[in-house]
């Protein structure tokens, strides 16, 4: 019998790191081969990862809670063959994550079998960093060379550069000492938060507004609900209606190479549907919402808006848009000026439908309304183009004739 260490894998997702979220084993367990370990938030979804070998659960390295770094033990077992200990740790291919299988990377080990987190480089050697992390410090103007990695195998991290900088250390508010309470920022909200940070960092957005007499999307919602346990939202119609108004406008549907190159316009529609969950707001993706009537849409939006509420989505479920729409008036907001949801070019706020005072053939009357708000990359679209897009959208939705055709 000998014990090893099983080390958290590459997620396939570019996170560096993932957190603890439930063990479903404890030590002294026997499992066996591919039996589920652990339950880790990679801020995308919870992943169930499954046991390497049959065996005994020897240690576990982590509490839930806690954040493990790639490379970092998760659990040790130990196991019957003695000659596994041996093996060289070639990259291969292994089916790990529920849904789809990541490579595992070499990491060199040091004493006692534990990944090695620190070393010395040799002179003129490429320093082991993510694009995100470079990019960071390109900003920061930090020298990554000089920058000794805390990560594994002297990796260098985002903490790391930040040190580096002189800005890993926040200014304290001076309050009293009973007025402050701590909340960790860690797994889902931390993944918000950096995505937040880098969106509005990296990408020049603006937001255009526009109301819609509601008048005729309201009578179409209310036609389409006819029928046993159907309620059609008017949030499908418009995601439908927008996907119509992304061929005639592509670049609403597209993104800004990094490169500053080229622009890259897609012509598939992966509609992200912002949610609001326990862990904070997460965005599965409705794939294909050009081949959906509505009523499908309606059905497949409520199918990932609940398993992304329950914990349930899986990573395929919450990565690939291509544009996304957010409903604030879910919650009774007027309008909202949305975050471009990175790497994409825009994304479209719903507010809530109520009626307003609009004119109508000279008169004021009171009528059912809504006002969208579009927040687009300005690198890829000018004001006009967003313009012309958004009045095409209104056009759309205020035509009993254009709802009409659409896919039921």
């Known amino acids: 019998m000998v014990v090893r260490e099983f080390l958290l894998p590459d997620l396939g997702e570019g996170l560096e790191d993932a957190e603890v979220v439930t063990w479903r084993v404890a030590e002294g367990d026997h499992v066996d081969l591919n ?19 049959e065996g005994v659960v020897e240690k576990l390295h982590a509490a839930e809670g806690a954040v493990v770094k790639v490379g970092q033990p998760l659990v040790s077992i130990r196991v019957q063959d003695a000659t596994a200990a041996t093996e060289s740790a070639k990259p ?82 001076v309050v009293g000492p ?26 020049p957005q603006v ?31 418009v995601v439908r209606a927008l996907v119509e108004v992304c061929r005639e406008h592509p670049k609403l549907n597209s ?3 990094p490169d500053g190159r080229e622009i890259l316009l897609y012509e598939q529609w992966h509609v992200g549907i912002a949610t609001d969950t326990e862990q904070g707001l997460l965005v599965p993706v409705v794939r294909d919402a050009d081949k959906l009537g509505i009523v499908a849409l309606s059905e497949e939006i409520a199918r990932l808006t609940e398993a992304a509420r329950a914990g349930k989505a899986t990573p395929q479920d919450m990565v690939g848009s291509t544009i996304t729409v957010t409903n604030v008036g879910t919650f009774g907001a007027e309008f909202g000026t949305p975050i471009v949801n990175y790497p994409e070019a825009a994304i479209l706020a719903l507010g809530v439908v109520e009626p307003r005072a609009l004119v109508v053939d000279g008169e004021v009357q009171a009528r059912p309304a809504v006002t969208l708000s579009l927040s687009f990359d300005h690198r890829v679209l000018d004001g006009a183009e967003a313009g ?16 009409g055709a659409l896919p039921r």
């Open 35 to 53: 039996q589920t370990l652990v339950e880790v938030n990679t801020a995308k979804a919870l992943v169930e990862i499954p046991a390497p070998w």
């Open 92 to 173: 291969r291919r292994q089916a790990l994550l529920v849904g789809y299988g990541v490579e595992e990377e070499e990491i060199p080990a040091a004493p006692h079998g534990r990944p090695s987190t620190a070393r010395t480089r040799e002179r003129g050697e490429p320093v082991p960093a993510s694009p995100p992390v470079r990019r960071l410090a390109k900003e920061l103007g930090v020298d990554l060379s000089s920058v000794d990695g805390s990560g594994p195998d002297g990796r260098v991290t985002r903490q790391d550069v930040l040190k580096a900088a002189g800005a890993g250390e926040a200014i304290p508010i």
């Open 178 to 203: 009973d007025a402050v309470r701590s909340i960790p920022v860690r797994g889902t909200r931390r993944m918000i938060a950096e995505k937040m940070a880098r969106a509005a960092r990296e990408v």
């Open 207 to 237: 937001t255009t507004f526009i109301t819609v007499d509601a008048t005729a999307l309201q009578a179409f919602r209310e036609e389409l609900s006819r029928g046993p346990d159907r309620r059609i939202t008017p949030l499908p119609i």
């Open 255 to 257: 993104s800004f190479h």
């Open 388 to 403: 012309r897009a958004m009045k095409a959208l209104k056009s759309f939705l205020e035509s009993p004739f254009k709802l």
